[in-house]
C-alpha cells in the first residue's frame, strides 16, 4: 500500500495548484507561509483538497485541534505513526501552505511572537 504521505505527493500536489503560465490570477488563493507567500489556483487546489486533507490527517495527533491543539513546525517532519517521511523543512511548508489556503491550518500565535518559540518556529493547528 502507497504511504498516504510522502514528500513526492506533497511536491506534485502543491505545483499543480500554482498557476501555469498567463493564466488570471485575479482570484488567487492567498497562503501565508514561514519563508515564502504563495497564491494558489483556486480551483485546482479545490480539486485536491480531500488529497490535502488526508495528508495533514497522517501528521502527528499532537497538531490536531481534537488532539493535542498544536505542535511545533518542526514535529512535522513525523507522521503519526512515528515514522519520518520527510527530512526537508521546505516540504514541510509546502503541506502547510497548502492546508493553510484550504482553511484546515493555521499559525497558534502572531509572526512577531515565533522568535520566543523553541527555534523560532511557529506552532500549527490543524482543524
Same mark, same amino acid.
Not at 519520518?84 to 509546502?94: K, V, Y
Not at 482553511?103 to 512577531?112: L, S
Not at 523560532?120 to 493547528?125: F, I
Given at each position: 500500500?502507497?504511504?498516504i ?6 511536491e506534485t ?8 503560465g498567463? #493564466?488570471d490570477?485575479? %482570484?488567487h488563493i492567498k497562503? $501565508? ?5 504563495? !497564491?494558489?489556483?483556486p480551483?485546482?487546489l479545490e480539486s485536491h483538497?480531500?488529497?490535502v #486533507?488526508?495528508?495533514? %490527517?497522517?501528521l502527528?495527533d $499532537?497538531?490536531?485541534?481534537?488532539g493535542? !491543539? ?6 512535522a517532519?513525523?507522521?503519526r505513526?512515528?515514522n ?12 502547510f501552505l497548502? !492546508?493553510?489556503?484550504i ?10 511572537m ?5 527555534g ?6 490543524i482543524?
Open positions: 500500500m502507497d504511504s504521505l510522502t514528500s513526492q505527493k506533497v500536489i502543491f505545483q499543480d495548484c500554482l498557476f501555469k498567463d #493564466e490570477k485575479s %482570484d497562503a $501565508e507561509g514561514i519563508t515564502v507567500n504563495v !497564491g494558489f489556483h480551483g485546482r483538497r480531500a488529497e #486533507e488526508a495528508m495533514l %490527517d497522517e502527528p $499532537e497538531f490536531k485541534k481534537s493535542g !491543539g498544536g505542535m511545533s513546525f518542526l514535529q517532519c513525523n507522521d505513526h512515528g519520518q517521511w520527510t527530512g526537508l523543512h521546505r516540504i514541510m511548508e509546502l503541506l497548502l !492546508g493553510i489556503a482553511g484546515k491550518v493555521e499559525y497558534q500565535m502572531p509572526r512577531e515565533w522568535s520566543a518559540l523553541p523560532g518556529m511557529p506552532y500549527l493547528v482543524n
